[in-house]
T-cell receptor
């Protein structure tokens, strides 16, 4: 079956970089996504990467994709307290399959 | 652009009653809408996919007679939780895919359902 895994929790100091990792299972996924969810809210698309790319950079966000290992990561540079949230990776062969979510806590 | 709204944002109902949740795409036409369920501190679980004008496709394990989905127009899908029970209490989130786009879904803010 499909199973997208993430570490549950990450704590970083404000100003440091955060790296959130994700392991997916479906090699036919066309796009891979990172979503952010703040408490009691819906999901906000942060960025996505097409499966034929290795890296994508978007301001403070860098996505790395290793298709061989089915590993996806999201790096947030200069992490701010406003970045505290739950981050979900998702793969999509045809429908979104979400990871387990990583709770990022940023402390001053 | 690309805003999805849900109504209500929260609802409390008694066991045995039915609750309807609306999902609207405000500034685009959504040929496909998705309904998710999220338990506290857990990931989103896809319940069903609805295409405008046709029957919804339910994921394995989701009772179609309990969770009625209607996608009557290109901007509105509804989820009705029939004969609700406390175990149906959850956060329900919808998303919509813009016609012609293949990669992005726009998510609503979610509806918190509490069944007493």
């Amino acid at each position: 079956g499909e199973d997208v895994e993430q570490s549950l929790f990450l704590s970083v100091r404000e100003g440091d970089s955060s790296v959130i990792n994700c392991t997916y299972t479906d090699s036919s996924s066309t796009y891979l996504y990172w979503y952010k969810q703040e408490p009691g809210a819906g999901l906000q698309l942060l960025t996505y990467i097409f499966s034929n790319m290795d890296m994508k950079q978007d301001q403070r966000l860098t996505v790395l994709l290793n298709k061989k290992d089915k590993h996806l990561s999201l790096r947030i540079a200069d992490t701010q307290t406003g970045d505290s949230a739950i981050y979900f990776c998702a793969e999509t062969p045809d429908k979104l399959i979400f990871g387990t979510g990583t709770r990022l806590q940023v402390f001053p | 652009g690309a805003v999805v709204s849900q109504h209500p944002s929260w609802v409390i109902c008694k066991s045995g009653t039915s609750v309807k949740i609306e999902c609207r795409s405000l500034d685009f036409q959504a040929t496909t809408m998705f309904w998710y369920r999220q338990f506290p501190k857990q990931s989103l679980m896809l319940m069903a996919t609805s295409n405008e004008g046709s029957k919804a496709t339910y994921e394995q394990g989701v009772e179609k007679d309990k969770f009625l989905i209607n996608h009557a127009s290109l901007t509105l899908s509804t989820l009705t939780v029939t004969s609700a029970h406390p175990e149906d209490s959850s956060f329900y989130i919808c998303s919509a895919r813009d016609y012609g786009e293949t990669y992005e879904q726009y998510f609503g803010p979610g509806t918190r359902l509490t069944v007493t």
